[in-house]
């Protein structure tokens, strides 16, 4: 199928309470989309992620208290953890989530993660490389600790990468081609 055009769908009913029915319909409204697409995002959202990350272990926190902590650390203290959390995160999180350790399963996961964390998310490719622009908003140590974290990952993924950062975004660029 070409990219871009409408994917196949089934038809299906549902019993829903009549409230929550209310509810979504609201939502459609305020985000501008239909119901009907909506409904397929919530679905989708809760298959590819919100289930397979609870069993993975992922846990929601509100940004101000993981600032707050991220804050309190050293710039040496936040990149060793991060190099840390790297390595022993990764690996588990690819797989518990994509059943895959590849660039493709990791572009997967941290675009999850981020529109899922509302950071603004921005993804171009090309024949030489993947750039991937995230906003997060969460201050310079968030920056420093995400742009080892990302690097470390990358590198174990044999990838080579770029990654730049401002106090409230990355700029994660990385080479169609392997380290091997």
């Given at each position: 199928m070409?990219?871009?055009?409408?994917?196949?769908?089934?038809?299906?009913?549902?019993?829903?309470?009549?409230?929550?029915?209310?509810?979504?319909?609201?939502?459609?409204?305020?985000?501008?989309?239909?119901?009907?697409?909506?409904?397929?995002?919530?679905?989708?959202?809760?298959?590819?992620?919100?289930?397979?990350?609870?069993?993975?272990?992922?846990?929601?926190?509100?940004?101000?208290?993981?600032?707050?902590?991220?804050?309190?650390?050293?710039?040496?203290?936040?990149?060793?953890?991060?190099?840390?959390?790297?390595?022993?995160?990764?690996?588990?999180?690819?797989?518990?989530?994509?059943?895959?350790?590849?660039?493709?399963?990791?572009?997967?996961?941290?675009?999850y993660?981020?529109?899922?964390?509302?950071?603004?998310?921005?993804?171009?490719?090309?024949?030489?490389?993947t750039?991937?622009?995230?906003?997060?908003?969460?201050?310079?140590?968030?920056?420093?600790?995400?742009?080892?974290?990302?690097?470390?990952?990358?590198?174990?993924?044999?990838?080579?990468?770029?990654?730049?950062?401002?106090?409230?975004?990355?700029?994660?660029?990385?080479?169609?081609?392997?380290?091997h």
């Amino acid at each position: 199928m070409a990219s871009g055009s409408k994917k196949d769908k089934k038809t299906i009913s549902f019993r829903i309470d009549p409230q929550i029915i209310e509810k979504l319909s609201d939502a459609a409204k305020e985000d501008k989309i239909t119901l009907n697409a909506l409904v397929d995002q919530v679905f989708d959202n809760y298959v590819s992620w919100d289930r397979k990350s609870a069993k993975a272990g992922w846990v929601l926190l509100k940004s101000d208290i993981m600032k707050l902590f991220i804050d309190s650390l050293s710039e040496k203290t936040l990149r060793r953890l991060a190099t840390k959390a790297a390595k022993t995160v990764m690996k588990d999180t690819l797989l518990s989530i994509s059943g895959k350790v590849d660039l493709e399963s990791w572009l997967l996961i941290t675009r999850y993660r981020s529109v899922r964390s509302n950071f603004a998310y921005q993804e171009f490719r090309n024949a030489n490389q993947t750039k991937i622009v995230i906003t997060h908003g969460l201050g310079p140590k968030w920056s420093l600790f995400h742009k080892v974290y990302y690097m470390q990952m990358l590198k174990d993924l044999g990838r080579k990468a770029i990654v730049d950062s401002t106090s409230n975004s990355l700029v994660i660029e990385i080479k169609n081609t392997s380290l091997h």
